[in-house]
């Protein structure tokens, strides 16, 4: 069982960055794949990045080169990093944690955080 708590999120205008953070309390952290979902209003649910227990990344091509996702897994910690922000993408943020290889397929992710609110404004 693996417990998610994101922080980090809030209001910055356009180009601006900020860095996003999931704390995992639990057994196991450094076996799962971690990944960042999003969820605008009125929209699913999407893929963001995701980061392998090796530390092998992937991104969503809506935010390559703009975001970096990371983890530090002495800390059990996962972090996103988003620079170049555009008011697209405005939204609430979820960390998520998955067994094995999980892509960019949230039903593969185990465990879910309650997600942090990044407003960007124009």
């Known amino acids: 069982q693996v417990q998610l708590v994101e922080s980090g999120g809030g209001l910055v205008q356009t180009g601006g960055s900020l860095r996003l953070s999931c704390t995992a309390s639990?057994?196991?952290?450094?076996?799962?794949?971690m990944a960042w979902f999003r969820q605008a209003p009125g929209k699913e649910r999407e893929f963001v990045a995701r980061?392998?227990?090796?530390?092998?990344?992937n991104y969503a091509g809506s935010v390559k080169g703009r975001f970096t996702i990371s983890r530090d897994n002495a800390k059990n910690m996962v972090y996103l990093q988003m620079n170049t922000l555009k008011p697209e993408d405005t939204a609430v943020y979820y960390c998520?944690?998955?067994?094995?290889?999980?892509?960019?397929?949230?039903?593969?992710?185990?465990?879910w955080g309650q997600g942090t609110q990044v407003t960007v404004s124009s």
């Open positions: 998520a944690a998955g067994l094995g290889y999980p892509g960019s397929n949230q039903n593969q992710y185990n465990y």
């Open positions: 639990g057994r196991g952290f450094a076996t799962y794949t």
């Open positions: 980061i392998t227990w090796g530390g092998s990344t």
